[in-house]
């Protein structure tokens, strides 16, 4: 069954804005993951929090974890024309167990 | 130097058919899945291996059959299409049957079922 809901569905911004996606889920996890994915291509690992990690940077991307809410948020700062992409989040379990992924949220950055 | 590779990168193919989709991964991962896409960019997961061992497998009509010759190949038969297989499958791999890494996704094939 599905575990992540990203909110917004869509999001459209300019070049330069920041772009913020959020993520809610179920049950208890051992970490969340965000991925992209480029139109017709595959999911691109882009940045994993565990569950006992409040906030995590990689490059321009900030990911925020708030366990007792069940939720995460992806920053993108100064977003640009190629961080065009839909964005996923997937949460993993403890134990032998496969992500399971949110529907996405599809992100428009205009020039 | 691709790390996850798969084909056919598309397939078009006749209700009734049996067709197969390869993957190769070079990364040295112990496990490798396959997911499939639906058209509203849903994913979920089919098929889980580790070190040649089935590890998950979710509820997937048994016209789809994974095989696994050595680690860094998972291959999915597909017996007697139907219109509703038509979507992205995807392969992926990870280090650890675990899901506490990040997964390296191959590029996807779309199968169309007409």
């Known amino acids: 069954s599905q575990q992540g809901e990203e909110d917004p569905q869509a999001l459209s911004i300019q070049e330069g804005e920041n772009a913020t996606m959020n993520c809610s889920y179920k049950t208890s996890i051992n970490n969340l993951q965000w991925y992209r994915q480029n139109s017709g291509r595959g999911l691109v690992h882009l940045i994993l929090i565990r569950s006992n990690e409040r906030e995590k940077h990689s490059g321009r991307l900030r990911v925020t974890l708030d366990t007792s809410k069940k939720s995460s948020s992806l920053l993108i700062t100064a977003s640009r024309a190629a961080d065009t992409a839909s964005y996923f989040c997937a949460t993993g379990n403890s134990g032998y167990s496969t992500l399971t992924f949110g529907k996405g949220t599809m992100l428009l950055v205009s020039p | 130097d691709t790390a996850v590779s798969q084909t056919p990168k598309y397939l078009v193919t006749q209700m009734g058919n049996d067709k197969s989709i390869k993957c190769e991964q070079n990364l040295g991962h112990d496990t490798m899945y396959w997911y499939k896409q639906d058209s509203k960019k849903f994913l979920k997961i089919m098929f889980s291996y580790n070190n040649k061992e089935l590890i998950i497998n979710e509820t997937v009509p048994n016209r789809f059959s994974p095989k696994s010759p050595d680690k860094a190949h998972l291959n999915l038969h597909i017996n007697s299409l139907e219109l509703g297989d038509s979507a992205v499958y995807f392969c992926?791999?990870?280090?650890?049957?675990?899901?506490?890494?990040?997964?390296?996704f191959g590029s996807g094939t779309r199968l169309t079922v007409v």
């Open positions: 992926a791999s990870s280090q650890g049957g675990r899901d506490r890494y990040g997964y390296t």
